[in-house]
């Protein structure tokens, strides 16, 4: 697929005729804006008819699923690997700070305390998320022209599990998925792990009713997660289980901070912004055979489940700007604190450049004085722990999101489905 922008930078609909778009090129009518994904940019005026183009956005605290659909088939996927060490970066650098305090240095007179969190202010490590969900959605708003946004907030709805009786369009969905709403919660309040025998490792679960459903309900707190062997056994009598009711559901609160804030933003940004709930895009996804995903969850909850599947992925990765760090923490003999920061540039490349080396795509990882570098994929598979930069061809300059493409088909995209 290549991703098409007018004369005056605007998104057209995509295209897959690569032999016109390389005659475009070679009579210089188109330039080529961005790699991957790979986008041109027609140096002649033309038309701007488009289609409706709904972006599906699958939140998460770790990896987001985005899908760009029609009703006819799927134009963009993608799944962006968030950062997870933000925290740990953080209590390094409390540590620092505390350390340096109680050393023996000069006095300095402390300062008037004017730190005042501002309204709506969310720890670093949320924040941080959040940025990255926003640049993704713009990332696709630059290169196509999408005209609705639907995002999936949280996996269950709290609202409906303490009033059954709400409506709205996103709980149509079948005289089940009250309970399918129901039955996520208790599965996430239960880490998906079996709460019977200890250590049972079976992957198939099951919600078990601690009451019968004819006097407990489907209430969460009189459900529990069991996997398939444990259940069985529990209702033949082999297995004997102190079950109790009294589940909280305080804990949920915490789930949808960040998916809530992202929907917050986007309705700020964009006009046409609507959500949805995980067990909606669940029953989609059973209901119709698909493989577990995040860029298959986000054509889920696009609406578009059905349509043909693009035939790649991008897969993406948010990497860190700058090492902040000045000194490591291993202090050498004599107190002598070893700087822990590398120049910008080493031979004319950051961390992360995108480069070519024999023939195969990859980024920097490691960079050494003598010339030698870490070249590897995204999902770290080593190209080569060291080779000359000489032998290296810049390809893009590194962003705050990494982009490679992955085919649906190839073993190296199913192993990081799993992975992650």
Same mark, same amino acid.
């Given at each position: ?24 090129? =070679? ?201 398939? =062997? ?14 109790? =009711? ?175």
């Amino acid at each position: 697929m290549v991703y098409v922008l007018n004369v005056n930078g605007q998104p057209l609909m995509p295209t897959n005729r690569r032999g016109k778009v390389k005659w475009l090129l =070679r009579q210089g009518r188109a330039k080529v804006v961005r790699r991957c994904p790979f986008t041109i940019q027609l140096l002649y005026e033309t038309g701007n008819h488009t289609q409706p183009v709904t972006l599906g956005v699958d939140a998460g605290s770790k990896v987001i699923g985005l899908s760009a659909t029609t009703q006819a088939k799927e134009l963009y996927a993608a799944e962006v690997q968030l950062r997870t060490d933000v925290v740990e970066l953080l209590s390094a650098r409390r540590a620092f700070r505390a350390a340096r305090r109680n050393r023996t240095t000069r006095y300095r007179k402390p300062r008037f305390d004017n730190r005042r969190k501002p309204s709506g202010w969310l720890a670093p490590s949320i924040r941080q998320k959040i940025n990255t969900h926003i640049q993704a959605v713009k990332q696709v708003h630059r290169i196509l022209p999408i005209t609705k946004i639907i995002v999936e907030v949280a996996a269950f709805d709290i609202q409906k599990i303490k009033n059954p009786d709400i409506s709205g369009a996103q709980y149509q969905q079948g005289e089940q998925s009250g309970f399918w709403n129901i039955r996520e919660y208790v599965l996430w309040r239960d880490g998906h792990a079996c709460q019977g025998r200890k250590g049972c490792k079976e992957q198939v679960l099951n919600v078990h009713h601690i009451e019968s459903r004819m006097t407990g309900g489907n209430a969460p707190n009189n459900l529990i997660t069991l996997c398939e =062997r444990c259940h069985n056994d529990y209702h033949k009598g082999v297995l004997k289980l102190n079950l109790k =009711r009294g589940q909280s559901l305080r804990d949920a609160a915490f789930m949808g901070i960040t998916r809530w804030a992202v929907y917050g933003e986007l309705i700020e940004i964009y006009q046409d912004v609507k959500l949805t709930y995980g067990y909606i895009t669940k029953n989609a996804r059973i209901a119709n055979g698909l493989t577990k995903t995040h860029a298959v969850d986000a054509r889920c909850v696009s609406g578009n489940a059905t349509v043909s599947a693009s035939n790649d992925v991008y897969y993406q990765k948010a990497a860190r700007k700058r090492n902040r760090q000045i000194h490591k923490a291993t202090i050498l003999m004599g107190g002598y604190r070893k700087l822990n920061q590398a120049p910008k540039y080493v031979y004319g490349y950051q961390l992360f450049d995108k480069v070519l080396y024999n023939s195969e795509v990859g980024f920097v990882f490691g960079r050494r004085s003598s010339g030698s570098f870490d070249i590897r994929k995204l999902d770290g598979e080593k190209l080569t722990a060291g080779v000359s930069y000489k032998k290296l061809k810049l390809l893009e300059a590194r962003k705050s999101i990494l982009t490679e493409v992955k085919a649906r088909s190839s073993p190296a995209y199913a192993l990081a489905s799993r992975a992650r």
